[in-house]
């Protein structure tokens, strides 16, 4: 029986090209051509993507091909096509072995543990040899009085032709409009024009932002340690500063974090021809941000951190949204809410505002009252019954074809066995036995899977849901908002919450969207019955439970919620 191969392919973006890939799937295709055996069976790529990170599309496509069974082997031009990473290759590695899946590179064969010890210790030497020699290089450049990288608001890029033809990049010069924009910002805070002030100037006139988008405050003011923002930037005043920031990546996420170094190994090169700023109108502006900052109390010694002394998380955090744009909403003042593009940019015409408890009890009050009605489980619960039973008949046919085939390979290992034992004995029968072997523990482990139980759901489950609700509202209230456990309880029972002005001009309206599937489970008092293994991997039912009830609340009357679409 012939072997599924799955070919890897991945380039990244340093000097490379969109052909890199097909070149290298070129030559996996010839590879799988010419040996005996093998079928192409699935290709899984990632362009311009690092390879000291697992978080690619293709790479996590092919890990899920994987754990499905949906291939015998897997191709790559060479090892560090897959991951440049140590623990990431040998992970998965360990992994492939454990799903019965051989990997095979052109450049080394077939993979073995050996080859994961030394070619993932070399793999990782060559980024941290890359990454010296690109800190060398941009120091070098740096001390030139070139970009290091990165092009800030106010420049443009000046190429330079060279005496052989070739092009010198890294110059920069002024970008006159921009310019003019800078100077009115600094001249702007002078006068006492806040930040805020001066990004909704600047976008109810329709001029761009950097990179095109829309003004914020914050990158007017940027941050005061960190030396960044418009009005912090010493390259306006000819004075190149690298090296405030280093670059890291998270293991358990992948993404990039950045990290402060210290202010001695900063790197200051004059660069007069880049300045925007005369000195006195920069002196100014520098002197009323110290003043702002003083008068914050951020410059005490004995303050406590910010993320020492920050409250709980509040219930709708990161779940509050403009109705009118799209925004989030922002904290106006101490206690009230409204739309962050219309009160920080002018972007928006929402100027409509809440008070944040007063915004939370309408939540926690449509959760308990409206959006669990006894019609609309009762008509989820015949939909997830016909749904689960479809799966369920799906998944036993799946199961009585593994176990056809199942026995197909044990009577061929039994023959093979057979001439073993009167004699007959050759490589071909070897590689034969060992294939159908391997074939075999597969459909073994995927048929000792037990079959998931469709969960028992309760006939009353609304009014389950709803006690629920009042018993972790009074535990809310109790704990005056400290209780976390509570808090995420209830933050899992809301997907968003959209705040806007009311029809025709009428009080603000609040249109709640609650996670249908949550509350399924706050009801069934078990949060395990509702995200199975098969729940979660297939997509018609995770479909049935991201469905969602919305209601509209009027701001100031929470007793005429009435309920708009259940999914």
Same mark, same amino acid.
């Given at each position: 029986?012939?072997?599924?191969?799955? =070919?890897?392919?991945?380039?990244?973006?340093?000097?490379?090209?969109?052909?890199?890939?097909?070149?290298?799937?070129? &030559?996996?295709?010839?590879?799988?051509?010419?040996?005996?055996?093998?079928?192409?069976?699935?290709?899984?790529?990632?362009?311009?993507?690092?390879?000291?990170?697992?978080?690619?599309?293709?790479?996590?496509?092919?890990?899920?091909?994987?754990?499905?069974?949906?291939?015998?082997?897997?191709?790559?031009?060479?090892?560090?096509? &897959?991951?440049?990473?140590?623990?990431? =290759?040998?992970?998965?590695?360990?992994?492939?072995?454990?799903?019965?899946?051989?990997?095979?590179?052109?450049?080394?064969?077939? =993979?073995?543990? &050996?080859?994961?010890?030394?070619?993932?210790?070399?793999?990782?030497?060559?980024?941290?040899?890359?990454?010296?020699?690109?800190?060398?290089?941009?120091?070098?450049?740096?001390?030139?009085?070139?970009?290091?990288?990165?092009?800030?608001?106010?420049?443009?890029?000046?190429?330079?032709?060279?005496?052989?033809?070739?092009?010198? @990049?890294?110059?920069?010069?002024?970008?006159?409009?921009?310019?003019?924009?800078?100077?009115?910002?600094?001249?702007?805070?002078?006068?006492?024009?806040?930040?805020?002030?001066?990004?909704?100037?600047?976008?109810?006139?329709?001029?761009?932002?950097?990179?095109?988008?829309?003004?914020?405050?914050?990158?007017?003011?940027?941050?005061?340690?960190?030396?960044?923002?418009?009005?912090?930037?010493? %390259?306006?005043?000819?004075?190149?500063?690298?090296?405030?920031?280093?670059?890291?990546?998270?293991?358990?996420?992948?993404?990039?974090?950045?990290?402060?170094?210290?202010?001695?190994?900063?790197?200051?090169?004059?660069? +007069?021809?880049?300045?925007?700023?005369?000195?006195?109108?920069?002196?100014?502006?520098?002197?009323?941000?110290?003043?702002?900052?003083?008068?914050?109390?951020?410059?005490?010694?004995?303050? +406590?951190?910010?993320?020492?002394?920050?409250?709980?998380?509040?219930?709708?955090?990161?779940?509050?949204?403009?109705?009118?744009?799209?925004?989030?909403?922002?904290?106006?003042?101490?206690?009230?809410?409204?739309?962050?593009?219309?009160?920080?940019?002018?972007?928006?015409? $929402?100027?409509?505002?809440?008070?944040?408890?007063?915004?939370?009890?309408?939540?926690?009050? !449509?959760?308990?009252?409206?959006?669990?009605?006894?019609?609309?489980?009762?008509?989820?619960?015949?939909?997830?019954?016909?749904?689960?039973?479809?799966?369920?008949?799906?998944?036993?046919?799946?199961?009585?074809?593994?176990?056809?085939?199942?026995?197909?390979?044990?009577?061929?290992?039994?023959? =093979?066995?057979?001439?073993?034992?009167?004699?007959?004995?050759?490589?071909?029968?070897?590689?034969?036995?060992?294939?159908?072997?391997?074939?075999?523990?597969?459909?073994?482990?995927?048929?000792?899977?037990?079959?998931?139980? !469709?969960?028992?759901?309760?006939?009353?489950?609304?009014? &389950?849901?709803?006690?629920?609700?009042?018993?972790?509202?009074?535990?809310?209230?109790?704990?005056?908002?400290? $209780?976390?456990?509570?808090?995420?309880?209830? @933050?899992? %029972?809301?997907?968003?919450?959209?705040?806007?002005?009311?029809?025709?001009?009428?009080?603000?309206?609040?249109?709640?969207?609650?996670?249908?599937?949550?509350?399924?489970?706050?009801?069934?008092?078990?949060?395990? !019955?509702?995200?199975? +293994?098969?729940?979660? @991997?297939?997509?018609?039912?995770?479909?049935?439970?991201?469905?969602?009830?919305?209601?509209?609340?009027?701001?100031?009357?929470?007793?005429?919620?009435?309920?708009?679409?259940?999914?």
């Amino acid at each position: 029986m012939p072997q599924r191969v799955a =070919i890897y392919a991945r380039y990244s973006s340093d000097n490379q090209r969109d052909a890199s890939i097909e070149d290298q799937i070129r &030559l996996c295709r010839q590879r799988i051509a010419a040996t005996e055996g093998w079928e192409l069976e699935q290709v899984y790529r990632d362009a311009a993507i690092s390879g000291a990170s697992t978080q690619r599309p293709g790479y996590q496509a092919m890990l899920d091909g994987a754990r499905e069974g949906g291939f015998d082997i897997i191709l790559a031009e060479a090892l560090d096509r &897959l991951s440049r990473d140590q623990e990431d =290759i040998a992970g998965l590695y360990k992994r492939l072995k454990f799903a019965g899946i051989t990997l095979f590179t052109l450049a080394e064969g077939e =993979i073995s543990e &050996l080859h994961i010890g030394l070619k993932g210790t070399m793999n990782a030497l060559f980024l941290k040899d890359l990454a010296e020699k690109t800190r060398r290089g941009q120091l070098g450049r740096v001390a030139a009085g070139k970009s290091a990288g990165g092009l800030c608001y106010g420049y443009k890029l000046a190429p330079k032709i060279i005496g052989d033809g070739m092009i010198e @990049r890294g110059d920069r010069r002024i970008d006159d409009a921009e310019a003019a924009i800078v100077r009115r910002i600094f001249r702007g805070f002078a006068e006492g024009l806040s930040p805020i002030a001066i990004a909704k100037q600047l976008n109810q006139e329709g001029i761009p932002g950097p990179d095109g988008r829309p003004w914020q405050d914050t990158a007017i003011r940027g941050h005061a340690e960190r030396a960044t923002g418009i009005l912090r930037n010493e %390259l306006y005043i000819g004075r190149l500063v690298w090296n405030r920031m280093r670059y890291m990546k998270d293991p358990s996420t992948g993404k990039r974090v950045s990290r402060m170094n210290p202010r001695e190994q900063w790197v200051t090169e004059e660069v +007069p021809s880049l300045r925007i700023i005369d000195q006195e109108l920069w002196n100014q502006v520098q002197h009323r941000l110290a003043g702002i900052r003083e008068a914050s109390g951020a410059n005490d010694p004995d303050r +406590p951190k910010y993320w020492e002394t920050r409250r709980a998380r509040h219930l709708l955090t990161g779940k509050l949204f403009c109705a009118s744009c799209g925004g989030h909403l922002s904290a106006v003042g101490r206690d009230y809410l409204a739309c962050g593009g219309a009160r920080k940019r002018g972007t928006c015409g $929402n100027s409509a505002s809440i008070r944040r408890s007063q915004l939370e009890a309408a939540v926690i009050e !449509a959760l308990r009252a409206n959006l669990m009605a006894p019609e609309d489980v009762h008509d989820f619960v015949k939909e997830f019954t016909a749904e689960w039973n479809r799966l369920a008949a799906e998944s036993n046919a799946g199961r009585a074809h593994d176990q056809t085939r199942l026995a197909t390979f044990q009577r061929k290992i039994d023959k =093979i066995i057979e001439a073993v034992m009167d004699g007959f004995r050759t490589e071909e029968m070897k590689q034969q036995l060992e294939a159908l072997s391997q074939q075999k523990a597969q459909l073994l482990a995927r048929l000792s899977a037990p079959a998931v139980k !469709a969960p028992s759901i309760h006939p009353n489950l609304a009014e &389950l849901y709803r006690q629920r609700v009042e018993t972790l509202q009074s535990e809310l209230a109790t704990s005056n908002g400290s $209780n976390s456990a509570v808090l995420e309880a209830l @933050r899992d %029972l809301v997907e968003r919450v959209d705040f806007g002005p009311g029809a025709e001009g009428g009080e603000p309206e609040i249109i709640l969207t609650g996670a249908l599937s949550a509350m399924v489970r706050l009801g069934l008092g078990d949060k395990a !019955a509702l995200s199975t +293994p098969s729940v979660a @991997r297939d997509g018609a039912v995770s479909d049935l439970f991201a469905c969602s009830v919305k209601v509209v609340a009027g701001a100031r009357n929470n007793r005429e919620l009435t309920l708009v679409a259940p999914c």
